[in-house]
């Protein structure tokens, strides 16, 4: 359990990544009480440094030594590393927020979204897990309509973009459009296709079942968070050759009847989501649109015709930020209230 104290002692495991580096940047925009910044990365970027509030910190080689003294330890160095370095540092008296698939499905472990379930992260045991960022903007969406309508079924195709392979996808998509542009050779190295001009229907691996990871951790994420065990989810995720926000479709079954307009109304007073929604004037969310905001942004809401009870929404979210970052952080902030 985490001692209330006026600064604490941060540390960051993956600070030099894509998602790190925004930690530290929402770290200090949002005066988060910090008294000392521990960046940790490979051997690789050891000695480099990294800013804070003005205030220079050097990034250290993440090991089980890294964490005597901290407080809260924010994990963002992908699955391998928070399963060999997390419990360690719970073991030193961190409370560890990660943002890898680890711990996720991890019955002892909260999964949280604080403006969706921020009451479970009282259960924790030293590990609290930040879910899959196409869950999170998903599910600010899915539970406001969930509390007024019961959702039976959802169908989400996602597109998403290269940030979501962290810094190594941005500069495949930016070398393979240069390339493509200089009528060069592209080389392929991060994924499997040519991303830049494209859209692959592949994120993760894939399994036994014809689905890939990511689309199974929508689905049972969704369900963890949501604390419904019977609400079905299918999804398709898709990589598309956008550098940052992931874009959603989604369609939505409920039990109850409920029009596009009260729709409109339960999302525009849900915490942490925009209604940005009127296609006449053109006006609904684009990646572009949205990089660097908190909020997720929801448009092109209409009745689905085809059923009794349906609903049909596209939203978009800024990955690195509430579908990383900015959700770690805001569970940090919860934990310190
Ligand atoms: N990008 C997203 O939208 C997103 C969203 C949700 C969750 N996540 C999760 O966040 C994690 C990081 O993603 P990212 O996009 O920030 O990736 P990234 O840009 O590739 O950064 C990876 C970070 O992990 C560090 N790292 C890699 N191998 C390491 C090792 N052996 N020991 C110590 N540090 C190591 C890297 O350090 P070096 O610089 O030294 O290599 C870097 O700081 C992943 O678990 C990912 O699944 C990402």
Redesign the pocket.
Known sequence: MLKKKNKYVVAV????????REMIEILGERNFPVAELIP???E??AGERVELNGKHWTVKQ?GKNSFKGVDIALF????E?SLEFAPAAVESGAVVID???AFRMDPKVPLIVPEVNAHAIAKHSGIIANP??STIGMVLVLKPIHDAATIKRVVVTTFQSV??T???GMDELAQQTVALLSFKDVETNVYPHQIAFNCLPHIDSFLENGYTREEMKMANETKKIMEDGALRLTATAVRVPVFRGHSESINIETGKKISANEVRAVLSAAPGVVVYDDPKKNIYPTAIDIVGKDETYVGRIREDESVPNGINLWLVSD??RK??ALNAVQIAELLIK
């Not at 495991?13 to 790190?20: D, H």
């Open positions: 495991a993956g600070a030099t990544g894509a998602v790190g940790l990365a490979s690789r970027s993440l963002s160095a992908g699955a590393r943002n890898s698939s899959n960022c940030s979501g962290g810094k190594k990955n690195v579908g990383a």
